[in-house]
């Protein structure tokens, strides 16, 4: 059964950092890119970026230059850090493989204040 819990979320200011976690089960982490995707209030769930098993990313261009997504194989863990933060992006974060399966965890919130 593929397991996906995220943390690390919570309230920063604008301009501040986070550092959210995702472990995965093993199942759906070793042979397939992993991405970040979130929703904000009000709005659809929207694609973040991506990594490739060997480490290979890419961003949308909102959070292109000021996120940054990372693994670590041995331990079946995608990281999403996230620099320079602004209001707008307020949002739970999920992790998934991409494409994304129907298996979604439960996500977890952030919340950046002006």
């Known amino acids: 059964q593929v397991q996906l819990v995220e943390s690390g979320g919570g309230l920063v200011q604008a301009g501040g950092s986070l550092r959210l976690s995702c472990a995965a089960s093993?199942?759906?982490?070793?042979?397939?890119?992993m991405g970040w995707y979130r929703r904000a209030p009000g709005k659809q769930r929207e694609f973040v970026g991506r990594?490739?098993?060997?480490?290979?990313?890419h961003y949308t261009g909102s959070v292109k230059g000021r996120f940054t997504i990372s693994r670590d194989n041995a331990l079946n863990t995608v990281y999403l850090q996230m620099s320079s933060l602004r209001p707008e992006d307020t949002a739970v974060y999920f992790c998934?493989?991409?494409?994304?399966?129907?298996?979604w965890g439960q996500g977890t919130q952030v919340t950046v204040s002006s």
């Open positions: 998934n493989q991409v494409p994304p399966s129907m298996y």
């Open positions: 093993g199942s759906i982490f070793s042979v397939n890119d």
């Open positions: 990594i490739s098993s060997s480490g290979f990313t």
